[in-house]
């Protein structure tokens, strides 16, 4: 019974593309998430103040992918 659940689904998971779909949202999300973020930044930095959002955004991302990349973002937002 729960070998024929597991064919039935990986089945269905490779008749409905789901690689190529799961590229394309990785690829997309990759280009919406900086502009996102200078929403998001600009928005709540009128209500918290745009260091502090800034700098809470900067941890948030460092704990997620190390201190290089927030780094680097941190210098962009300050153009």
């Not at 919406?32 to 918290?48: E, H, K, R, T």
């Not at 745009?50 to 210098?75: D, F, H, L, N, W």
């Amino acid at each position: 019974m729960a070998w024929c659940l597991l064919k039935e689904t990986w089945l269905e998971f490779m008749d409905n593309n789901s690689w190529q779909k799961g590229a394309a949202l990785a690829y997309y999300t990759i280009f919406a998430l900086p502009p996102m973020l200078i929403i998001i930044i600009s928005a709540a930095g009128y209500f918290f103040g745009k260091q502090a959002v800034s700098g809470e955004i900067y941890y948030q991302i460092k704990g997620v992918i190390g201190t290089e990349g927030p780094t680097r973002c941190r210098r962009w937002w300050r153009m």
